[in-house]
């Protein structure tokens, strides 16, 4: 079962948040939580709070255990961006770009991997058998005359 949260139009460049959400992808919930608490950036906590909400996603609407979510996957595309502008020299204008950024992370619980079917015909085949290395004895060459 898959979980998704997105927080949208987050102001934030998606360039920084996708430093922090390469760090959290593919490890269980709790050590994720971990990682984001102690990581010193804006991302990290903007980031950390859409993992919170899919993790209650999961547990209320969905039943799952928090303790076997893992991440599938964190992405950070890009937002709109606010476009602004600095008065520059000779009467010119230089723009600022405000980007924003989308969120989006998908959950997975945990279930037990299952085993792979052989196939009948490769298990009712022997194995071959192998073949021991055995020197050739030099064959004696008869000459006559």
Do not use: C, Y
């Not at 102001?11 to 430093?19: F, G, I």
């Not at 606010?82 to 950024?101: D, E, N, V, Y």
């Amino acid at each position: 079962m898959e979980v998704k949260s997105t927080t949208k139009f987050v102001r934030l460049s998606p360039k920084k948040a996708r430093d922090v959400a390469r760090e959290i992808q593919g490890l269980a919930v709790s050590s994720a939580l971990d990682i984001l608490t102690f990581t010193p950036k804006k991302a990290a906590q903007l980031i950390g709070k859409t993992l919170k909400t899919a993790i209650a996603d999961a547990e209320n609407n969905f039943s799952l255990d928090a303790s076997t979510l893992v991440i599938k996957e964190a992405v950070i595309g890009a937002g709109p961006t606010l476009r602004r502008f600095k008065p520059r020299a000779k009467g010119s204008a230089g723009p600022i770009l405000k980007r924003t950024s989308h969120i989006s992370i998908t959950l997975v619980g945990s279930a037990p991997e299952k085993k792979k079917k052989v196939a009948r015909k490769a298990a009712a085949k022997p194995a071959p058998k192998q073949i021991k290395n055995v020197p050739a004895e030099p064959v004696a060459a008869t000459e006559e005359a």
